[in-house]
Nanobody, 114 residues
Framework: QVQFVESGGGLVHTGGSLTLSCAAS????????ISWYRQDLGKQREWVAT???????LYLDSVEGRFTISKDNSKNTVYLQMNNVRTEDTGVYYC????????WGQGTQVTVSS
């Protein structure tokens, strides 16, 4: 099973920017794609964005135009550039294969304060 190590989270003010990284233990090109998810306290985990091995990037409506997902196959790493963040972007961010499995990483905490 592939393992992910997410990093780059932290405290940021509304309107600020943050870049998350997700390092995979296996080549990400082995999968149909990689997705970012997030989960805030007391809420269900929510899909945020997907970068498929081929094809169009996909985003949750509320992050479209503010977040950018990208990848570096040579480093087996997927990124999430978060711009103009909002308080509702707060949560633990995880990455996962497409299709998803039950093996989640530790995630990285993003806290957006006003």
């Amino acid at each position: 099973q592939v393992q992910f190590v997410e990093s780059g989270g932290g405290l940021v003010h509304t309107g600020g920017s943050l870049t998350l990284s997700c390092a995979a233990s296996r080549p990400i090109s082995n999968y149909f794609g990689i997705s970012w998810y997030r989960q805030d306290l007391g809420k269900q985990r929510e899909w945020v964005a997907t970068i498929p091995d081929e094809g169009k990037l996909l985003y949750l409506d509320s992050v479209e135009g503010r977040f950018t997902i990208s990848k570096d196959n040579s480093k087996n790493t997927v990124y999430l550039q978060m711009n103009n963040v909002r308080t509702e972007d707060t949560g633990v961010y995880y990455c996962m294969t497409l299709p998803p499995t039950d093996h989640w990483g530790q995630g990285t905490q993003v806290t957006v304060s006003s």
